[in-house]
């Protein structure tokens, strides 16, 4: 399995950040909300579900850290909008 790793403002897979073949990026807004801004995931993991255990690694996150989300990146809001278990976490 491909090993997500906690990053500065990011979660990835990869060697380091930098170099990382796969990532979600957000940034804080204020204490209790982050903005999650961006999803990517190369060419060569395309098609494997990583983007959605990315998704399900921010989510856990906002969970454990009591934070609501602002899905500035398209793919984590429509994922949001579609997972009635994790609407609870949308920022109003």
Excluded: W
Excluded at 70 to 85: A, F, G, L
């Amino acid at each position: 399995m491909t090993e997500i790793k906690k990053g500065n403002k990011q979660f990835f897979i990869g060697e380091d950040e930098a170099n990382a073949i796969a990532k979600v990026t957000y940034k804080d807004k204020d204490t209790s909300t982050i903005i999650v801004d961006h999803t990517y995931v190369s060419e060569e993991l395309r098609g494997q579900g990583i983007a959605g255990k990315l998704y399900n690694t921010i989510i856990e996150y906002a969970r454990q850290e009591n934070k609501k989300i602002v899905p500035e990146c398209s793919y984590i809001r429509t994922k949001m909008e579609h997972n009635k278990s994790d609407q609870d976490l949308l920022a109003k």
